[in-house]
């Protein structure tokens, strides 16, 4: 079974909802070892600034072009039609679930988003024919992600982490 499809999809976007559900109301009642806010320093906001620009450009735009290259292949425009529509409902998730629960919200969201894309880019590596130009912009997109989970790793999710003592004196 593919993953761009349409049950995949739903089964997704439904699955990270909840968990999103989860993880604000948990930290707003303090029963989750996260922060509710962001606690980046002004370098890592203006290294920050940089990455959602970058994103844009090889997250949403490079796709676009791609999606442009192989205009004749159906199978292309039902990939990155589902790759463009995940990006879409993660960017509406993070705005709505931050605004309405925590913050820090954007950091689960955006990392189990990055991984679904990811398993995304390597099912369609098997599905896409490539022309050696769209063959290196799709391998820019996927090291782009790459990258992507690995700064949530290490700078994100530890920001937001706080560990298990700081539940455990929270209800003291």
């Known amino acids: 079974m593919t993953v761009n499809n349409g049950l995949i999809l739903t089964l997704f976007f439904l699955i990270v909802s909840l968990l999103a559900l989860g993880y604000g109301f948990g930290v707003k009642a303090r029963r989750l070892p996260f922060t509710a806010e962001i606690g980046f320093n002004q370098q890592q906001w203006q290294f920050l600034r940089w990455w959602v620009k970058l994103a844009s450009f090889v997250g949403v735009l490079l796709p676009m072009c791609l999606l442009a290259l192989a205009w004749k292949q159906p ?9 463009l529509l ?20 954007v950091v689960p969201i955006g990392f189990f988003y990055t991984v679904f894309r990811l398993w995304q880019l390597l099912d369609g590596f098997t599905q896409l024919t490539f022309s050696y130009l769209t063959l290196v912009g799709f391998g820019v997109v996927v090291l782009f992600w790459v990258a ?3 700064m ?3 700078m994100a999710i530890p920001t937001v982490f706080k560990g298990s003592e700081s539940i455990s004196q929270s209800r003291l």
Request: zero cysteines.
């Open 148 to 150: 992507n989970l690995i």
């Open 75 to 83: 199978s292309s425009w039902v990939f990155w039609g589902s790759y």
């Open 86 to 105: 995940i990006v879409a409902v993660q960017l509406i998730s993070e705005r709505v679930f931050s605004r309405s629960l925590v913050p820090s919200i």
């Open 152 to 154: 949530l790793m290490v």
